[in-house]
């Protein structure tokens, strides 16, 4: 007898949420199936919709379950890739219909961003793009975005030196940890339908899967081999705590780099330390290595890297000086340079175990010197260095000089360093002459000559002078002694003097300078003497003060020659010089502001006034063709003078005579004012361009005519014209006074004024109101401009900028290849000599038509022919002779520079004027010495001042010395062949 029942089944389960699962990791969920019949029943649990069946283990997957009986089913899951799932399980009991239960899960994995470059980064950022542009949310595990901004916004610690490339800090981090989880599902997709990641699941007990699921590049560049270590710094930015490890391709990378942590938690970070001291050999280096995280991806880090270290190379290794005189310095340029691809920094310390070349102890020269002795180069730079030797005895002195580098440790090639030193050696002979007895005042020729012979027994040519007789020497002391050039027993170095040539130019100059300031204070005084005596007539009071006048301009001018060092730059290239003009108001800041420019760029300074004195004191042929040229045109000016004075005297009443404009006699031609500038153009100051500061010369007084030699004088040369503008004229609103009454009644408005200066004093209730601070006034106050300086100086202004526009037109004509347009002074000339023409043929044409009429008219009243012949009058006209054009050769158009015009506020305040103009200004483009050829070896002398002044001996008229030149020689000869002769002659006789 059995019992007959209907199937009760129930799954009480019909939802199962995983959670977060880690992507390589098992998770197990039970689901109960309960019998709640008196009938047993089979069950079996499907999976044919689920979309990847091999993530799931149901344990068990089918039976039976008896009467009133419960059995769990546990249902594993390994998501396999760190991604969402939502799929259907189906649990079939007895007939029934499937029970289906909902499965959800989130596999994740570890995320790590490193702090570095990613490689392929095109392929990165496109599929980053992409995945940005599909609007799909991240669905991976991350740590918060407050989180997020604390890691990537902090300070990297412990980030090496500054040779290492910038550092790449993820800009999205969010979107950069999504793709690489999109790549790390593909990878292991793959491998799945492989079957690969189930066998490495069931073969490997920790849950390794080989995935490289992101790539960096760390480039260190270029390094140097000794540095202690750099370091990369990477974040993990899942929530999950990890272990890392490092696994490196090839064994002999194995030493290199190590992690500062082997557990990294959320939101933190560590650190890859590079070691580079484990590195032995050197040049470039390719070094992956992979960081691997334990249950999750592996993350490949290619470190490169050029390993090296600084070293310097000499042009010559062995500089040989050779023979030098004791007294002087040779000098040897060398070039250096670094070729390694890092920074060099090196040093010279040359010790010193020989004796110096100074007379004093404290003053010590030493023999071998290095200029610069130390410097910093970058990769591939060069350097020129100057080497010198001094040497203080005749030896032979060989030293080895090597530079202490930065940062390098094995030894350094060096230079070694030669020379020998030398001295003059005179030999006389014989040491003694025994002359004859002569009676006084005897002729030349019957004196006794006796000739001793001075051998030069040394290499260099010298010049011997003789104390006795030559005082050429005691003047020369004298310049040395008052020469500011000396600092305490210190030499100076001076070109070699030659044999026979002239003393050095500059000392002499200052010499002279300062024995005309001496000159001109002395006659100074004595005409402030004179000056202040009672009785002193007005004419000669006047030219005293004129005289006083002169005298106090070129005392200053001197002091100023005296203060000027000149600089001395290399020269710039022509079509690269720069002159400036700068005009302007008399004391507008010009001169503040050349000087200023003068420093920044080492520009010399030229003015125009001081042109011809310059010419004059460097004794230049222009100067003196200048001077001579003046000095007839004043004698042409007291001729006039002398005429304009029989003229006058000659004048009826109520006549005049017109007085004679001085300043003409003093103007020269513009030719002999190009010849001036271009001998000061020539100067060493001028190297770099110049700067004209005053445009103002009595001997070119129009300012286009200037502005014309200075254009044509530079020539390929740039010039810009700086000119300030006049400041606009200041509204000030007129005030009507009205007049007070006589009675002294106060106005209205007055008495309210009062009133409201009274509160301002006291409050409403008589309390103080403390008052406002005063403006302090500005230093620099603003030239108050009248009406007739604001229409001189516009005037100006206009007349400059139109000639500035023309040069401008004709340098741009001229570089365009085309003839520019002539000046508006040559063509109004042209046309005042064209007109001339016309008026003579005008005047040629009247005389032909009045010869045409006279002749009609005697025709007339002459009488009827008689048969005789008579002579023909006709009125003679001279025939017009057309002047031949001549047939002008075609002008050579000169090169010229760019013609600029800068106008700026005319600034009152000194260090804004000059901050104004100096971003307007180009710096001159100094060759560079290092692409250039070495100089040759200069050779200078050591110049020392006279301890103390000689005494002038007393002058020895009783001998003679005289040098074999060439006619005293023969004469010398001939008196002594006679000699000889006459000896013969008394032996024979004899």
């Known amino acids: 007898h059995e019992e007959c029942d209907e199937v009760a089944q129930k799954v009480s389960e019909e939802q199962i949420d995983f959670g977060e699962v880690p992507y390589n990791e098992k998770a197990t969920k039970a689901i109960p199936i309960e019998n709640k019949g008196k009938v047993p029943f089979k069950f079996f649990v499907s999976l044919e919709l689920v979309e990847r069946p091999n993530i799931f283990s149901i344990d068990p997957q089918s039976g039976i379950i008896e009467k009133e009986d419960t059995k769990n089913i546990n249902i594993s899951w390994t998501p396999g890739i760190p991604d969402e799932i939502n799929e259907k399980i189906l649990v079939y009991c007895a007939h029934m219909q499937p029970k289906v239960i909902q499965v959800h899960g989130i596999g994740t994995f570890p995320f790590l961003l490193f702090f570095a470059e990613r490689c392929e980064r095109e392929n990165f ?308 002459l025994d002359l004859s007895t002569h009676f006084p005042y005897v002729a030349m020729n019957s004196l006794e000559y006796k000739k001793f012979n001075i051998h030069n027994e040394s290499n260099v040519d010298l010049e011997v002078y003789c104390l006795e007789f030559d005082k050429q020497f005691l003047k020369e002391e004298k310049m040395l002694m008052a020469s500011k050039k000396f600092e305490g027993q210190k030499p100076i170095y001076v070109p070699v003097r030659e044999p026979g040539g002239e003393f050095w130019k500059d000392i002499a100059e ?102 011809l004195q310059w010419n004059i004191e460097k004794g230049t042929e222009a100067g003196k063709n200048a001077q001579t040229y003046l000095e007839g045109k004043e004698k042409e000016l007291e001729t006039a003078k002398l005429e304009r004075e029989k003229r006058v005297k000659k004048l009826k009443k109520n006549e005049t005579e017109p007085v004679i404009n001085e300043g003409l006699y003093k103007i020269l031609p513009k030719r002999m004012m190009m010849e001036l500038l271009a001998n000061r153009l020539k100067d060493e100051d001028c190297n770099a361009g110049s700067i004209f500061d005053s445009l103002k010369s009595e001997n070119c007084n129009d300012i286009t005519d200037i502005l014309d030699v200075i254009s044509e004088t530079i020539g390929i040369q740039n010039l810009r014209v700086v000119m300030m503008q006049i400041p606009p004229k200041k509204e000030v609103p007129v005030l009507e006074e009205k007049k007070e009454e006589v009675s002294g009644e106060i106005s209205e408005k007055k008495e309210e004024k009062v009133l409201a200066e009274e509160k301002k004093e006291g409050g409403e209730d008589g309390e103080e109101i403390p008052q406002e601070e005063k403006k302090e006034e500005p230093i620099y106050k603003e030239k108050e401009w009248t009406e007739e300086e604001r229409r001189q100086y516009l005037d100006y202004f206009a007349k400059v900028e139109e000639k500035v526009h023309e040069l401008y037109l004709r340098s741009l004509a001229i570089k365009e290849g085309k003839r520019p347009e002539k000046p508006k002074k040559e063509v109004k000339q042209e046309v005042k000599e064209e007109a001339k023409k016309e008026e003579k043929k005008g005047d040629i044409k009247e005389i032909k038509k009045e010869a045409k009429k006279n002749a009609k008219e005697e025709s007339k009243q002459a009488p009827k022919p008689t048969g005789k012949k008579e002579a023909k009058v006709e009125a003679k006209v001279e025939p017009v002779v057309e002047e031949k054009k001549e047939e002008l050769e075609p002008e050579i158009l000169q090169p010229l520079g760019e013609r600029l015009w800068l106008s700026i506020k005319m600034i009152y305040d000194p260090v804004k004027l000059c901050n104004e103009v100096l971003p307007n200004i180009e710096k001159p483009e100094f060759p560079d010495k290092t692409k250039e050829p070495l100089p040759p070896s200069r050779l200078e002398k050591l110049l020392y001042r006279p301890r103390e002044a000689r005494e002038i001996q007393a002058p020895r008229s009783q001998f003679i010395i005289l040098t074999p030149k060439k006619k005293l020689k023969a004469k010398v000869e001939k008196v002594e062949e006679n000699k000889v002769e006459e000896k013969k002659a008394e032996e024979k006789k004899g």
Request: proline letters at 4%.
């Open 125 to 432: 950022m496109k599929k980053a793009e992409e995945l940005e542009k599909s609007g799909r949310k991240n669905v991976c595990c991350l740590v918060p975005q407050e989180e997020m901004q604390r890691i990537f916004s902090k300070k990297q610690e412990g980030a090496g030196s500054s040779q290492i490339s910038t550092i790449v800090r993820p800009q999205n981090p969010e979107l950069e940890a999504e793709v690489d989880r999109n790549e790390l599902c593909k990878t292991l997709l793959t491998k799945y339908h492989a079957g690969m990641v189930v066998k490495a699941h069931a073969q490997d007990k920790k849950n390794k899967v080989d995935v490289v699921v992101a790539r960096y590049t760390y480039n260190f560049g270029n390094i140097v081999s000794n540095l202690k270590s750099q370091r990369i710094t990477f974040a993990n930015v899942g929530k999950a705590h990890t272990s890392i490890g490092l696994n490196w391709k090839k064994k002999e990378h194995k030493d290199m780099a190590s992690l500062n942590s082997s557990k990294i938690g959320p939101g933190e970070t560590a650190q890859l330390k590079f070691n580079l001291q484990s590195m032995k050999s050197k040049g470039r280096m390719e070094i992956p290595i992979c960081v691997e995280v334990r249950g999750g991806p592996v993350y490949e880090v290619v470190f490169y890297a050029n390993i090296t270290a600084p070293e310097l190379s000499f042009s010559s290794s062995l500089i040989n000086f050779e023979d030098v005189l004791i007294g002087h310095r040779k000098t040897i340029t060398v070039r250096f340079e670094n070729e390694k691809e890092v920074e060099c920094i090196w040093n010279f310390a040359i010790k010193e175990d020989v004796a110096t070349s100074a007379r004093d102890k404290k003053e010590a020269i030493p023999v071998f010197s290095i200029t610069p002795n130390s410097g910093r180069l970058v990769n591939r730079q060069k350097i020129n260095v100057d080497i010198t030797f001094v040497p203080p005895n005749k030896n032979t002195f060989d030293v080895q000089v090597a530079p202490t580098i930065d940062k390098s440790k094995g030894k350094q090639p060096g230079i070694k360093l030669k020379g020998r030193g030398t001295d003059i050696s005179l030999s006389i002979s014989p040491k003694e």
């Open 510 to 611: 200052e010499f002279d300078r300062s024995s005309r300031i001496a000159q001109r204070v002395k006659r100074l005084a004595e005409i402030e003497t004179e000056l202040a005596a009672e009785e002193i007539e007005e004419s000669t009071a006047e030219e005293l003060k004129k005289e006083k006048e002169d005298l106090e301009q070129a005392k200053l001018r001197d002091e100023a020659a005296d203060r000027f060092v000149p600089i001395k730059q290399e020269k710039v290239q022509e079509e690269k010089k720069l002159n400036v003009a700068v005009l302007g108001w008399d004391k507008c800041g010009k001169t503040t502001l050349c000087n200023f420019l003068s420093d920044e760029h080492k520009r010399g300074i030229i003015n125009f006034s001081q042109l």
